[in-house]
């Protein structure tokens, strides 16, 4: 069973930094997977942040980018604000039409 | 503006059976994958199925093969998620989102505000 790792959970003070990743159990994340990255307020349908490892979707500040660190998937919240505070989750495809979702990352600005 | 609202959710027993739907609009529904994607309460997102724009490529998570089935209506702009034989760990707010596909893109861009399924005795 593939497993989609990221971090429980991260703080970040106002106007700083924070880098989520996105990591396989059983290979190096690439953008062969097409990571995808979306956030999550409790009670509320995801929101799709980035596609393709690095595009933003539409709407989204610039301030949300995505890469590949390593061998894994990264998002990377600059200027973290206090409505950033969500869960976020990465997706890869993993061919035949199958997504993964990741375990997810609470992140708290504080 | 595109939108997906979900409905038929609600109580049901274990071994029992229910069907959610998925209404589109806004968009072209036909020229669109289409996917399932749920939430067991206080748990992390789980991608559950996806389908084809002319319904003959469906694809599950392996949890829900053989008891779930992913279907579509075109002429109606309406998405179904029918689950058959529905255990305890079933219950989730079910989230319908449109699936994008390309050349160099595979994500879900569209998400409706869901609907919740409780399995229970």
């Known amino acids: 069973q593939t497993v989609v790792t990221q971090e429980p959970s991260f703080s970040v003070s106002p106007g700083g930094t924070v880098t989520l990743t996105c990591g396989l159990s059983s290979d190096s994340v690439s953008t062969n997977y097409y990571p995808s990255w979306y956030r999550q307020t409790p009670g509320q349908a995801p929101r799709t942040l980035i596609f393709?490892?690095?595009t933003r979707s539409s709407g989204v500040p610039d301030r949300f980018s995505g890469s590949i660190l390593g061998n894994k998937a990264a998002l990377t919240i600059t200027g973290a604000q206090a409505d950033d505070e969500s869960d976020y989750y990465c997706?890869?495809?993993?061919?035949?039409?199958?997504?993964?979702f990741g375990t997810g990352t609470k992140v708290t600005v504080l | 503006e595109a939108q997906l609202v979900e409905s038929g959710g609600g109580l049901v027993q274990p071994g029992g059976s229910l069907r959610l739907s998925c209404a589109a609009s806004?968009?072209?529904?036909?020229?669109?994958?289409m996917t399932w994607v749920r939430q067991a309460p206080g748990k992390g997102l789980e991608w559950v199925a996806n389908i084809q724009p002319g319904g003959s490529e469906k694809n599950y998570v392996d949890s829900v093969k053989g008891r779930f089935t992913i279907s579509r209506d075109n002429a109606k702009n309406s998405l179904y998620l029918q689950m058959n034989s529905l255990r305890a760990e079933d219950t989730a707010v079910y989230y319908c989102?449109?699936?994008?596909?390309?050349?160099?893109?595979?994500?879900?861009?569209?998400w409706g505000k869901g609907t919740t399924v409780t399995v229970s005795s």
């Open positions: 393709s490892t690095n």
């Open positions: 989102a449109r699936d994008r596909r390309g050349y160099d893109y595979y994500y879900m861009d569209v």
């Open positions: 806004g968009f072209t529904f036909s020229g669109y994958w």
């Open positions: 997706v890869l495809y993993m061919g035949s039409g199958i997504y993964v």
